[in-house]
């Protein structure tokens, strides 16, 4: 990668921001064959954990970039570990790597907060580029879980919103670019293609995604992109 902040560290003789990347999973030989291979790709791993409580403390105490992630743990499970750690640190990206391809898992944990999901059937070079994109917050999916999960935005979008009291503030204004990157995101479209296709740099554009997250008072890409498509931008 070249520099692009997305936290972790400079490597002074690549001049590289090094991803920070941490991996939990309840099985030794596993957890140490990714973080060993993620190791030799470049990545900082700066702690492992084997259970959901160990997890949460560890992740708290080291604050990885990435925190690549098993939905079956003992003592917490996955997608409780995932809304833990990101509702109380929202710029933690997590990729789930799980054995499960079953809708219902996936769709539990980007609900929970994942960034993407990808199964333990990857290859080495499909890990580390999973963990490279989601450092920088563009959604992995496994081929064929990314339009089930789009599907599942549109219909979170669909179900019945409350209706607004008289006494709440309008809704913020955004600007004209921060809705074109907005319409954009509603559509399924990587950080990555969202810079290509407006001409710009990817780092602009996770700017201006950054300011409406902060400006709608949202936490993630699974609220942001439910916002959009209720508003129907996702058809503009």
Same mark, same amino acid.
């Given at each position: !990668? *070249?520099?692009?902040?997305?936290?972790?560290? *400079?490597?002074?003789?690549? &001049?590289?921001?090094?991803?920070?990347? !941490?991996?939990? &999973?309840?099985?030794? !030989?596993?957890?140490?064959?990714?973080?060993?291979?993620?190791?030799?790709?470049?990545? &900082?791993?700066?702690?492992?954990?084997?259970?959901?409580?160990?997890?949460?403390?560890?992740?708290?105490?080291?604050?990885?970039?990435?925190?690549?992630? =098993? /939905?079956?743990?003992?003592? !917490?499970?996955?997608?409780?570990?995932?809304?833990?750690?990101?509702?109380? %640190?929202?710029? /933690?990206?997590?990729?789930?790597?799980?054995?499960?391809?079953? %809708?219902?898992?996936? /769709?539990?944990?980007? +609900?929970?907060?994942? *960034?993407?999901?990808?199964? +333990?059937?990857?290859?080495?070079?499909?890990?580390?580029?999973?963990?490279?994109?989601?450092?920088?917050?563009?959604?992995?999916?496994?081929?064929?879980?990314?339009?089930?999960?789009?599907? #599942?935005?549109?219909?979170?979008?669909? &179900?019945?919103?409350?209706?607004?009291?008289? =006494?709440?503030?309008?809704?913020?204004?955004? *600007?004209?670019?921060?809705? #074109?990157?907005?319409?954009?995101?509603? +559509?399924?479209?990587?950080?990555?293609?969202?810079?290509?296709? @407006?001409?710009?740099?990817?780092?602009?554009?996770?700017?201006?995604?950054?300011?409406? @997250?902060?400006?709608?008072?949202?936490?993630?890409?699974?609220?942001?992109?439910?916002?959009?498509?209720?508003?129907? @931008?996702? =058809?503009?």
């Amino acid at each position: !990668m *070249t520099n692009q902040q997305v936290g972790g560290r *400079t490597d002074p003789q690549t &001049d590289r921001q090094t991803i920070r990347v !941490m991996v939990v &999973d309840d099985h030794p !030989m596993w957890r140490d064959a990714v973080a060993r291979d993620l190791a030799a790709a470049g990545f &900082d791993v700066v702690a492992t954990a084997g259970d959901g409580p160990q997890a949460v403390r560890r992740a708290k105490a080291v604050a990885p970039d990435v925190l690549v992630l =098993d /939905l079956n743990l003992p003592g !917490m499970p996955g997608v409780q570990v995932c809304k833990e750690l990101v509702g109380s %640190h929202p710029a /933690l990206r997590v990729l789930v790597l799980s054995a499960s391809g079953e %809708h219902g898992d996936v /769709l539990e944990a980007v +609900k929970s907060g994942a *960034t993407g999901y990808l199964l +333990k059937s990857a290859s080495t070079d499909e890990l580390t580029d999973a963990v490279r994109r989601t450092a920088v917050g563009d959604p992995v999916f496994t081929p064929g879980l990314a339009g089930l999960v789009l599907g #599942e935005y549109r219909r979170l979008a669909s &179900d019945p919103v409350p209706a607004s009291g008289a =006494d709440e503030p309008k809704a913020p204004q955004l *600007t004209e670019r921060e809705t #074109e990157v907005l319409r954009l995101v509603a +559509k399924g479209l990587s950080y990555k293609q969202i810079a290509e296709r @407006l001409v710009i740099s990817h780092r602009t554009v996770q700017n201006h995604v950054q300011n409406t @997250l902060g400006k709608l008072q949202l936490h993630n890409r699974v609220e942001l992109v439910r916002y959009a498509i209720e508003r129907g @931008l996702d =058809d503009a």
